[in-house]
Nanobody, 124 residues
Framework: QVTLVESGGGLVLAGGSLRLSCAASGRTFSSYATAWFRQVPGKEREIVAVLDWSGRSTLYADSVKGRFTISRDNAKNTVYLQMNSVKPEDTAVYYC?????????????????WGQGTQVTVSS
């Protein structure tokens, strides 16, 4: 069983940077795929980035390619989402999700473990 807690959200100016953290307890991320999703009120939850269970393969939504980076620190048992060159349209609640021995998946329904979410607001 895995418990996930996101942190690092807040207010940032357009063009700036922000790093979100997803800390795991119960078990390590070493055998779990991890994904970042985001959701805006009134819209469906959408994929942002995915890191497979091995930590060697990634996938990014077209809207964030070249700007966001997902990574994992096994020693700290934490997954990060580095957000650079942020835009107002990046404003959303960001969620961390994971699945045991998971590969690359962009559908939220396949992830059994979720964090509580952290708000990111980008101002212009």
């Amino acid at each position: 069983q895995v418990t996930l807690v996101e942190s690092g959200g807040g207010l940032v100016l357009a063009g700036g940077s922000l790093r979100l953290s997803c800390a795991a307890s119960g078990r390590t991320f070493s055998s779990y795929a991890t994904a970042w999703f985001r959701q805006v009120p009134g819209k469906e939850r959408e994929i942002v980035a995915v890191l497979d269970w091995s930590g060697r393969s990634t996938l990014y939504a077209d809207s964030v390619k070249g700007r966001f980076t997902i990574s994992r620190d096994n020693a700290k048992n934490t997954v990060y989402l580095q957000m650079n060159s942020v835009k107002p349209e990046d404003t959303a609640v960001y969620y961390c999700a994971s699945r045991h021995l998971g590969g690359i998946a962009t559908v939220s329904s396949v992830y059994p473990y979720w964090g509580q979410g952290t708000q990111v607001t980008v101002s212009s």
